[in-house]
């Protein structure tokens, strides 16, 4: 089903590109079409590999792999984009990653935002629990001048940024009960990713939360060493978490981002056209991401269900409860951002959009 949908998505990209494309006065001659056909295959690929942390089926994986081949086909044979999943290249440590690229030992990275927290605490401020009222939301925020500074962050630690994507809203899964207001996290040993804007969160909702590296989490919920975990609605599909998890909430409780970065030594080799093609397609990406994220996320929750997961949606009161203790939470979550200014403007933005 999702790659279907995904082949329609791409499809619609295609035509709207060629409908942008507009027409030439006049066609080449045959002789001018062999010269350029020759003249393309004489040139030798550059290959790039492009890394993601999660499974091919996941949204970042199916993402990564129509960025890659757009890249192939619009650059005529000159790139030859691979892309590797589940981490294999860093070992899954995500916080590897983005040093490894550093270091040349990736060409291209999709990453959440979370992760370059490690680098820059700044980036917490898009963790924020119920800082966004929709994706759209989100997505104008990542477009808006007033993040920039963290994507000049992401330059100064010697990445290429390309572009941000968005990322579905985060979902809870567990075994104990359905989770709908702040106090059903209670008990509940929660795996959360190392990052302390989670931390901190989860455990003043009642939770024991619990960081783990995301390729334990499987084992750890088989083996009830954990009762949950959260992420979208993709990841615990494309995991398969279905087959050890009972019961998936629609707490949606943070919307991050994806990081798009590359080796600026691995850019700055590249022809001046080919440095655009990769620049202006990592952009182009964000919509086709969110049509796709917008198309296949309630597909994923259908297909759990019909796995025998039961799946829940917050009340309004259920929801206010969980913002309220987020905002609760405001002053310490500022010092984890250790950034008042990007705080101040993060915050004024998300209570006008």
């Known amino acids: 089903m999702k790659r279907i949908i995904a082949l329609a998505l791409t499809l619609m ?7 942008c494309g507009g027409k030439s006065d006049s066609a080449p001659s045959d002789s001018a079409s062999s010269d350029a056909s020759s003249s393309t295959a004489d040139v030798k690929a550059v290959k790039l590999n492009l890394s993601v942390p999660d499974a091919e089926s996941s949204s970042i994986g199916v993402a990564a792999a129509e960025f890659a081949k757009e890249l192939n086909e619009k650059s005529e044979g000159r790139l030859d984009v691979k892309v590797y999943y589940n981490g294999e290249l860093y070992g899954g440590d995500a916080t590897a990653a983005v040093t490894t690229m550093q270091d040349g030992g990736l060409d291209m990275l999709c990453l959440a935002t979370m992760w370059y927290a490690s680098f820059d605490s700044a980036f917490n401020v898009i963790n924020t629990p119920y800082l966004f009222s929709s994706i759209d ?4 925020y990542l477009n808006d001048p007033v993040s920039q500074p963290l994507w000049d962050a992401v330059e100064g630690m010697g990445v290429k940024f390309l572009a941000a994507w968005t990322r579905s809203f985060r979902m809870t899964t ?23 804007m989670y931390l901190t969160f989860f455990n003043a909702c ?8 995301f390729s334990e989490v499987y084992t750890a919920l088989q083996t009830n060493t954990i009762d949950g975990q959260e992420n979208p609605a993709d990841v ?19 919307a991050e981002a994806w990081v798009v970065g590359m080796n ?18 990592a952009q182009e990406m964000q919509q086709w991401k969110l049509d796709y994220d917008n198309a296949t996320d309630q597909a994923d929750i259908d297909f759990m269900v019909e796995k025998g997961m039961e799946y829940n949606e917050l009340d309004e009161a259920g929801f206010a409860a969980f913002q309220e203790v987020s905002k ?5 979550f500022q010092k984890i951002v250790d950034n008042d200014d990007l705080w101040n403007s993060t915050i004024e933005f998300a209570a006008n959009h």
């Not at 939301?137 to 104008?140: E, H, P």
């Not at 615990?236 to 943070?254: L, R, W």
């Not at 600026?264 to 397609?281: G, V, Y």
């Open 13 to 19: 990209m295609v035509l709207s590109l060629a409908a």
């Open 328 to 332: 609760s939470l405001y002053p310490e």
């Open 137 to 140: 939301a989100a997505r104008a």
């Open 264 to 281: 600026p030594d691995k850019f700055a080799s590249l022809d001046e056209d080919l440095q655009t093609l990769i620049t202006e397609t």
């Open 236 to 254: 615990p599909y494309s995991s398969s978490f279905y087959e050890v998890q009972k019961y998936i909430s629609a707490t949606n409780h943070i």
């Open 174 to 196: 567990n075994n104990i009960r359905p989770i709908t207001c702040p106090d059903d996290f209670k008990g509940i040993k929660l795996r959360t990713p190392g990052n302390q």
């Open 206 to 213: 009642g939770a024991s939360a619990t960081p783990m590296s």
